[in-house]
C-alpha cells in the first residue's frame, strides 16, 4: 500500500477528515515539519471525471476542516513515510511560507476573454529585440494581466495576493488568481460585477471560492 497525498495542512485542524476518493480513511502525517493529509491505495488512480471529482471534493472539505490548505497535485504517490520525508525536506520552507501566505483566505479566480493584440510598443520590440530580448519580454507579458487594472483599483483591500496565467488561446487571454480572506467571496463577486462596466475591449468570468489551488508551489 502507498501514500495518495491530497494537500499540506496547517496546524489548526479540526477532525474526523473523513475518506478519500477511493473510500480509504485519512490520516495526518507529519514530516519534514509539515502537516500533510494521505490515504492508503493500492495504486496511484486513473485520471478519470469522477476521480478528479473526487479528489478535488476531499480537498474542499478539507479546506473547510483546516485554517490552512494547500492542494496538492492529483495522482501524487508516495511509498511510505520516509520516501514523504525525503520529498518534503529539501521544500520545507518554501512550503511553510506558502501555508502562511494561504491561511485564512480561499481563491477566487477570473477568466479574462477577449482579442489578442499586441500593442504598438510590443510589436516594435519583436520587431528590434534580440532573441533573448524576445524570451524575457514574453516571460514578463505572461505575468500581467494589464486588461483588467479598472479591476484591480476597485478590488484593492478584499485581494491579498494574484498569480497570472496568459494563455495563447484567444479569446481566452488570461487566468488572473486572486487571494480572498475567507467569508470575502460574496463582496468580491459583487465588486467585480459592479466594476466590470469600466473594462474595454474584454469581459471576464469570475468563480469561486476554491481552495487555493494556484497558490500551491510547483513542490506541491
Do not use: C, N
Amino acid at each position: 500500500m502507498s501514500l495518495y497525498l491530497y494537500a499540506l495542512v496547517g496546524r489548526s485542524v479540526r477532525r474526523p477528515l473523513g475518506r478519500g476518493l477511493r473510500g480509504e480513511p485519512l490520516r495526518l502525517i507529519e514530516a519534514a515539519g509539515l502537516l500533510v493529509v494521505a490515504g492508503r491505495v493500492a495504486d496511484a488512480p486513473r485520471v478519470t471525471r469522477t476521480t478528479l471529482r473526487r479528489h478535488d471534493a476531499t480537498v474542499r472539505r478539507l479546506a473547510r476542516r483546516a485554517d490552512a490548505v494547500l492542494p496538492i497535485r492529483f495522482g501524487t504517490v508516495l511509498g511510505d513515510r520516509q520516501a514523504l520525508t525525503r520529498t518534503l525536506t529539501p521544500r520545507a520552507a518554501g512550503l511553510r511560507e506558502a501555508l502562511a501566505l494561504v491561511a485564512g483566505h480561499e481563491q477566487m479566480t477570473l477568466r479574462v476573454y477577449g482579442e489578442a493584440a499586441a500593442t504598438a510598443d510590443e510589436r516594435a520590440a519583436e520587431a528590434t529585440d534580440g532573441a533573448g530580448q524576445r524570451y524575457l519580454a514574453r516571460r514578463l507579458r505572461a505575468r500581467r494581466a494589464p486588461e483588467v487594472d479598472p479591476l484591480r483599483h476597485a478590488l484593492r483591500g478584499l485581494v491579498s495576493a494574484e498569480r497570472i496565467e496568459r494563455h495563447e488561446r484567444p479569446p481566452l487571454l488570461a487566468s488572473v488568481y486572486h487571494l480572498v480572506r475567507r467569508g470575502d467571496s460574496k463582496r468580491y463577486l459583487a465588486t467585480v460585477a459592479a466594476a466590470s462596466v469600466l473594462l474595454t475591449g474584454v469581459r471576464v468570468r469570475p468563480s469561486g471560492p476554491w481552495p487555493a489551488y494556484a497558490f500551491a508551489p510547483d513542490a506541491a
